[in-house]
């Protein structure tokens, strides 16, 4: 082991190090960042906010939404007007009355006990997500972050700094998202449409769907295409790429197609029919020689 290994942090290497021996260079190791570029993380976002709008998705997610009345579910921001809801209690009672109070104790009933050494690491506890409070900190203050933030599950964020690990956990789509009327009036100001720029996040535009149906093979198979489509031509003499060889000792057609006589001679069992012996012996072969011999 070299003896740079037994050097204490806090000392000095110039101070240990040998005599003869140049002070060693000291290498530090940065992590690994990977950029990602702005337009694919503004994607992204866009997309998960699109997503919290299907039901199936929040569904599939383990979302609770059957007693929500639509989706995205949209409150009135004057709820929120003059810090009118800032204690806790009201805020679970606003979250019962819209319908998501089962996902509420879906998650209360999914805390559990995390595996291995990350409880002694300040994370003891795991638990399910629950609803994201999505609003406009310009019109319905701040002050409703302190009601929601004591509650299991429930998250908030500005409507002018969505995050995408809380739009989609885990890299999962489809997360429950609750908007204030003014939040969800913002998101044309912030994101634009597919035709208007965004007025805040410079040359931005929605991405705007190529294909208004996403099912292709029943389009190819309408009527209305197949109809104007031409017959294939030369698909009968196609020579394949890679012909799987087949043995006719094994196979019937195969052998058949390199003989015909083969069915016939299977037929009358002409391999089970045993050598018949002629009455007269073969004359030797040696002596018929020498008789051709001497005649000549």
Known sequence: MS???????????AKVAPKDQPEPEVSVIKPELRS??????????????????????LLARGHRISTV??????????????????????????????????DIIKVQKSKKLRAGKGKMRGRRHRQRRGPLIVYNPETDGRELVRAFRNIPGVETSSVYALNLLQLAPGGHLGRFVIWTSHAFKALDEVYGSTTEASVMKKDFLLPQNIVSNADITRMINSSEIQSVLKEPKGYAMTKRA?????????????????????AQYSKDKLGQEKFKQQDKAPEPTVEAYKELLYTN
């Open 3 to 13: 003896i740079w290994s037994y050097v204490c942090t806090d000392e000095g290497l």
């Open 36 to 57: 990602c570029l702005t337009c694919h993380r503004r994607f992204a976002t866009a997309s998960a906010i699109a997503a919290s709008s299907v039901p199936a998705l």
């Open 69 to 102: 009345a639509e989706v995205p579910l949209v409150i009135n921001s004057t709820i929120f007007e003059g810090a009118a809801l800032v204690k806790t209690k009201l805020a679970a009672e606003l979250l019962k009355a819209v319908g998501a109070g089962p």
């Open 242 to 262: 890679g012909v799987q060889k087949k043995n006719p000792l094994k196979n019937r057609q195969v052998l058949l197609r390199l003989n015909p006589y083969a």
